[in-house]
């Protein structure tokens, strides 16, 4: 994600801590024709605790707050946690009366029977349920009496009229002993990990992210042992995250791919221990097996899952709430510049010995980025090598696929890690150790220029819709980042995107409207999406991904987010019980349902095309994406001249060069001598690279004819018969 989508984003996923204590009451060959299924389609998973809307385990003393003592507040109001000397043996369970928030600050839990039990108590133990405020939703209707399961365990059942917006739960008069507690919610069971709700709400999508989950975004974890335990009864972010386990067992029960982050600070003995935990699962305690179990007590995730492997999230960003960015700046700051350090004694990662000046004397080298992108390369790499020792050669690309993904449209940051990879390890290819290739975050604003107070839910349609149709060409470049990915043989990805509306804080309602409404529409005047719903504009979204080229696109946050501020539109629905068929959700799962749409992205091969459409990017090179249709025998001619004799353009094609073409000097555009060049169909990257980065070349058009085509060389074609990519059409 760019810069200023950071601070909406992260106070989305910080906020509620806070607010909680204040208010009671989310190179391959492309065919260009229509591309069969639409498994490319994943989601981003919202963050797990008390304070957000969906809620996903049965029990919901699995994502509780903090034990207070009960009742919950002292005699000046504030929130009275349990006193640290003052628990039962383990330290899991309070030896006092105590309490703890269940639900707060989201949409609405189901009415109906919440089920507790608990183990310990005395017969004047007693479950109170506490809605504290005519805000919170359904009040109590019946509490049963206290009854004695065939187990031993006390429960209590408890109904709600109506929706649940705040549920608190005390236990008074426990004699110090009342542990072992859980509340099944509507339509859960004891035996029910997860409810039945949240299943069905993510079986839409074909890949979950767990980055929020896993607690990913600062994640202090290096061994093993630093990681939530499967053991713990609490699987939240407050808690540091949900359990390895648990994120199998999620995606294990809704047969979905997973897609991983590795905390950035992770020892490769941790990497290992994950790969293992994922192949063969684990024991009570959490250690992975090291074989194929009969009865493993966590299962490991099912064989025909595929697992996405990514290194931590946005290491790119060094902003305050991402300091895994900052860290590895600094690791790859004193790995250059401290020669010193045996450990850093010598560095690879500056193997082309770029300069350590500091142009700006702050502290930073200014090439640190590039270093930093590097050691990405490094470690993925590394990290491929870990999966492949626990799944074997045979699971790389068929069980694990391990992902490079940067910002925007992956400039700077993937190219560096990936070109680290080819240059470090010259025997192999990138595409022997990685699988995907990406920027990511193609969010489409609401520009504060158009969300001016008063501004209508037809105003907010019409801003994002402007932005939305710019998104291919713009900042995020989908030619440029799917011709690199093509050009390494990587599968392009994106590992979040989606409509953002949190610049400002202005007209919150009318963005509730524009964003929960299935018959809001942009103007019938709209020069680019007239009669736009926002279920259109998120597939126009994803397939304008699709007819780029790009594969796998997890939306961000494919879960619910409560819809009431300025940092909470960024979820797919604002109520998983009472709003599952919201427009962007059913835009989500018409995407699942339909063949994604033909490629129109690339330049048309046979054809020809402006020379500098490329760009000079990465340095010394030009580099096009080409649509060939059919594959075959092809002439590639380059109509360029050259300010000096003796200039010539090495041809790359998929990261292989094919050899040269010589550039006539003359100070006329002319044509080069013919290329011959076999060219697969579908999506092909050709690079032209100057060992000068052209200051002595310029190209003025670039033309493919079939090798039976009459040529005619020496002259200068008309500029009329350029063609330009197309990544959209009309369509959504």
């Known amino acids: 994600m760019t810069s200023r989508f950071v601070l909406a984003r992260l106070f989305s996923a910080l906020r509620a801590p806070f607010l909680a204590l204040f208010c009671v009451g989310a190179a391959f060959c492309l065919p260009t024709q229509a591309q069969t299924g639409a498994g490319d389609l994943g989601g981003n998973l919202g963050v797990v605790n008390y304070y957000t809307p969906s809620m996903p385990f049965s029990d919901l003393m699995r994502t509780r707050s903090s034990f207070a003592k009960f009742p919950f507040q002292d005699s000046a109001g504030n929130w009275a946690y349990v006193s640290p000397t003052n628990w039962q043996s383990g330290g899991a369970w309070p030896a006092e009366d105590f309490g703890t928030k269940l639900f707060t600050l989201g949409s609405t839990l189901a009415a ?50 109506a929706p649940i917006k705040v549920l608190y739960m005390g236990f008074r008069n426990t004699g110090g002993t009342v542990r072992n507690v859980s509340v099944i919610q509507p339509g859960g069971s ?61 995606a294990n029960a809704a047969d979905k791919d997973m897609w ?76 250059v510049t401290n020669p010193s350090d045996p450990m850093y004694n010598p560095s690879d990662l500056n193997y082309d010995n770029l300069s350590t000046a500091d142009s700006d004397g702050d502290g930073w080298p200014d090439n640190t980025k590039v270093w930093a992108n590097r050691r990405i390369g490094r470690k993925m790499q590394t990290y491929s090598t870990l999966f492949r020792n626990v799944f074997g050669a045979s699971g790389f690309k068929t069980r694990y696929f391990p992902v490079i993904v940067g910002q925007i449209s992956g400039e700077d940051t993937s190219r560096d890690s990936i070109e680290y990879i080819a240059k470090k390890f ?76 949190a610049l400002t804080a202005n007209n919150l309602a009318a963005k509730r409207d524009a964003l929960l409404s299935h018959t809001i529409q942009t103007s019938s005047n709209h020069a680019n999406l007239p009669n736009a719903t926002i ?77 500098t459409a490329g760009g000079t990017w990465p340095a010394r090179y030009r580099q096009y994406l080409l649509r060939v249709s059919p594959s075959g025998n092809y002439n590639m001619i380059v109509n360029a001249r050259a300010n000096i004799a003796g200039q010539k353009l090495e041809v790359f094609l998929n990261n292989v060069s094919k050899g040269f073409v010589n550039i006539p000097q003359n100070a006329n555009f002319v044509d080069a001598v013919a290329f011959p060049i076999s060219l697969g ?42 063609n330009t990519p197309v990544v959209s059409g009309q369509q959504f």
């Not at 990990?193 to 074909?206: C, E, G, K, M, W």
């Open 112 to 161: 109906g029977p919440y089920v507790v039990t608990y183990t310990g108590g005395t017969s004047q133990t007693q479950v109170v349920p506490s809605l504290a405020t005519s805000a919170s939703g359904g009040a109590v209707t019946h509490t049963s009496n206290t009854v004695t399961l065939a187990d031993g365990r006390k429960q209590v059942t408890i109904n709600f009229a």
């Open 190 to 250: 004891a035996g029910s990990l997860f409810r039945p709700a949240y299943l069905n709400y993510v079986s839409r999508i074909s890949t979950l992210r767990f980055v929020d989950w896993t607690n990913t975004n600062g994640n202090p974890q290096v061994e093993w042992s630093d990681r939530p335990s499967p053991a713990s009864q609490v699987q939240n972010v407050e808690f540091g995250g949900v359990a390895w386990e648990y994120c199998i067992a999620l």
């Open 260 to 335: 991983i982050n590795i905390p950035h600070r992770a020892s490769d003995d941790y990497v290992t221990k994950l790969a293992q935990l994922l192949r063969y699962g684990s024991n009570a305690s959490g250690t992975p097996y090291t074989a194929t179990q009969t009865n493993p007590v966590h299962p490991p995730l099912e064989s025909e899952r595929k697992i996405y492997i990514e290194y931590s999230n946005e290491l790119w960003n060094s902003g305050i709430y991402f300091p895994q960015g900052q860290w590895i700046r600094e690791r790859a700051r004193a790995e």
């Open 426 to 501: 010259p025997t192999n290819q990138p595409k022997d150790f990685i699988w995907g290739y990406g920027g990511g975050a193609p969010y489409y604003s609401l520009w504060a220029s158009r969300d001016t107070v008063g501004t209508s839910a037809q105003g907010v349609l019409n801003g994002l819709a402007t932005h939305l149709v710019t998104l291919p060409t713009s900042e995020f470049n989908y030619e440029r980042l799917i011709g690199t990915a093509t050009y390494y043989g990587l599968k392009p990805v994106c590992y979040e995107g989606g409509a953002d509306v």
């Open 535 to 611: 279920r259109d504009l998120e597939k126009r979204l994803v397939n304008d991904w699709f007819r780029a080229g790009g594969g796998l696109f997890c939306y961000y946050t494919f879960t619910a987010t409560s819809y009431d501020g300025q940092y909470k539109f960024w979820g797919t629905t604002n109520d998983l019980t009472n709003n599952a068929q919201s427009p962007r959700t059913l835009a989500l799962e018409d995407l699942s349902n339909a063949n994604k749409p033909a490629i129109t992205n690339g330049y048309a091969v046979p054809g020809q095309f402006a020379g």
């Open 681 to 722: 169909s579908g999506l092909q990257t050709v690079r032209l690279r100057s060992e000068n980065s052209f200051a002595n070349v310029s190209i003025n058009l670039v033309k493919f004819n079939a090798a039976s085509a009459n040529l005619t060389t020496n002259s200068a074609p008309s500029a009329s018969t350029s």
